[in-house]
C-alpha cells in the first residue's frame, strides 16, 4: 500500500488525507494545500459532541523520516490560529519529532506515520479490503476404530 501511495501526486494525498478525516469522524474538511498556504495543506472540524475542535493538517509525503524540525515549521504555521495540529506522512517520524510534537507548554500535533495510515486505510475500507479466511482440517484418526 505503501509504494501505491508514494506514487500518488501531491495533490491527490492531501485528497486521500481529507477523505481519511472525513470517514473518521471531521464534519468538515478544506484542503488547502497550494503554494503560499503557509505551511497548512488543510483543516478540519472534528465534533465530539458537545465540544467541537479545529484542526489544522499537514501531509508529507516522505519516504524517509520526518524530523523534529519539520514538527516546529508545522507548529509555526498553526500558532495563534488553532490549538490542534495533525502531520501525516508515508514516512517515519524521529524519535525527537515524536518528542517535539508532545513537548508541554506548545500546541500538540498529532503523528500518522505510514504504517498507521496503511491500518487507517485497511479500517475505513478505502483502497483496500480484507479477506478471512477459514481452514479446515480433518482429523480422521478419531473417527477409525480403536
Given at each position: ?19 481519511i478525516l ?77 518528542r517535539e ?46
Amino acid at each position: 500500500m505503501l509504494e501505491i501511495l508514494q506514487t500518488m501526486p501531491p495533490d491527490s494525498f492531501e485528497r486521500i488525507s481529507q477523505r481519511i478525516l472525513r470517514e473518521s469522524g471531521f464534519v468538515t474538511v478544506e484542503v488547502r494545500g497550494k503554494s503560499g498556504d503557509g505551511g497548512i495543506d488543510g483543516i478540519g472540524v472534528l465534533r465530539i459532541n458537545p465540544l467541537s475542535f479545529q484542526v489544522f493538517f499537514q501531509c508529507k509525503r516522505y519516504k524517509g523520516t520526518v524530523s523534529a524540525g519539520v514538527i516546529r515549521d508545522f507548529r509555526g504555521a498553526m500558532v495563534g490560529r488553532t490549538d490542534k495540529g495533525l502531520l501525516i506522512t508515508m514516512g517515519r517520524f524521529t524519535p525527537d519529532a515524536t518528542r517535539e510534537a508532545t513537548r508541554d507548554g506548545v500546541p500538540p500535533i498529532d503523528l500518522i506515520d505510514g504504517d498507521q495510515l496503511c491500518n487507517i486505510l485497511k479500517d475505513l475500507g478505502l483502497g483496500m479490503t480484507t479477506e478471512t479466511v477459514e481452514e479446515v482440517r480433518v482429523h480422521a484418526e478419531i473417527f477409525r476404530d480403536n
